[in-house]
């Protein structure tokens, strides 16, 4: 397994572009990147660009993972250039981006099916649009996705939607058994199923068989009135266990790359994707209504890891929330974070090799 991350997130020390990134990150200790789409490479798409990128992989030794986007039809219009990359003809934009990708050897491709707006609570969530139910978003993701499915087959790519935080890990798997898993598969990021109330070791068991691409991620969760607030923390920091969650994937694809998906940084104490907090809705009958797959059992799973973590705050082997939110979070920060997470997981790496030698 090499280790690498997501792009989008790392935080690079100026603007760079990706092919400079490249070297960044390799100069940091980074084995692999994952540029979410394939327009972040290249916003044209232009040959060359691409080739220079694919060739300082290559030089490197690294790995290089990629993406398409949102696949909700619902939700394409949040991304016009990927329509405007088909000269109004969205599934052609599509389709050059996924030639452009297999012409320079990338075969996994991430795809999404929402994202998380700054809405309080469950509004936040694509999941709770009142313009349109989620039933009917899901048909419409896999109705695209199906006429997507043969363009890969033809290409010999593979599509990975991601344990977003609008989804849940029964309705992902239920979507790649219904496209195919020939040409679709999952990216599984362990932090995002918290936001379904999803145990990150119980997601790993049902989804490992499709994982083809990682997002790395760890959270802190705190009881709130409204439910649950969660907080980015270095791996190994929050409540996800990557002792438990790694074996179950490395069983499956031991070559799988693994991802980091840092907090996001833009120079002042703390200014990601947590302002304004957005509470886990636990409470809100909606909510409930809306998770129809989830058991009691993992529900109570779930709970008891929100339960020792403020354990472990109370101990003091935990920051609590304040310590954490008021945190300068520059870049040179942003990168500490980064090799806290880097030497947690090749530490945990080490451990299952270990354990592995035993046997």
Do not use: C
């Not at 344990?163 to 598969?185: K, N, Q």
């Not at 996800?240 to 940084?265: F, G, K, Q």
């Amino acid at each position: 397994m090499r280790i690498g991350s997501d792009a989008r997130h790392a935080p690079w020390p100026t603007k760079m572009s990706a092919a400079e990134q490249v070297d960044e990150a390799a100069r940091r200790g980074l084995e692999g990147l994952f540029f979410r789409t394939m327009l972040d490479m290249s916003p044209t798409l232009d040959p060359g660009q691409l080739r220079e990128i694919r060739a300082r992989i290559d030089g490197h030794g690294m790995y290089l993972e990629s993406g398409l986007g949102k696949v909700n039809t619902y939700a394409l219009p949040e991304t016009p250039e990927v329509r405007a990359l088909g000269d109004g003809d969205t599934l052609l934009g599509f389709r050059r981006m996924m030639e452009a990708a297999a012409a320079i050897g990338i075969t996994e491709l991430w795809v999404s099916t929402a994202g998380l707006k700054r809405y309080g609570g469950r509004l936040a969530y694509d999941r709770f649009r009142t313009d349109v139910s989620w039933s009917d978003q899901l048909v419409a993701i896999e109705k695209f996705l199906q006429k997507l499915a043969p363009i890969a087959r033809d290409l010999g790519v593979h599509l990975n939607a991601e344990t977003h935080e609008e989804i849940t890990s029964f309705e992902l798997v239920r979507l790649v058994e219904a496209i195919g898993p020939d040409v679709m598969g999952i990216t599984f990021d362990t932090g995002n199923p918290l936001h379904r109330a999803e145990h990150p070791t119980l997601v790993a068991q049902r989804v490992a068989p499709y994982v083809r691409q990682t997002h790395l991620k760890d959270f802190a969760l705190f009881f709130d009135p409204k439910g649950l607030l969660r907080q980015s923390r270095p791996l190994g920091h929050g409540v996800v266990d990557l002792r438990a969650v790694l074996p179950i994937l490395m069983a499956v694809n031991p070559d799988l790359n693994l991802s980091l998906e840092a907090a996001e940084s833009t120079g002042g104490p703390r200014p990601n994707f947590e302002r304004p907090a957005t509470p886990i809705a636990l409470y809100d009958p909606e909510w409930i209504a809306g998770h129809p797959d989830l058991t009691v059992p993992e529900l109570a799973d779930y709970l008891s890891l929100v339960q020792r973590f403020a354990d472990r705050v109370a101990e003091g082997s935990a920051g609590s929330w304040e310590e954490f939110d008021q945190r300068p979070y520059d870049l040179e920060e942003a990168w500490a974070w980064i090799g806290q997470s880097l030497e947690h997981l090749h530490t945990v790496l080490d451990e299952i090799g270990s354990l592995e030698g035993t046997k």
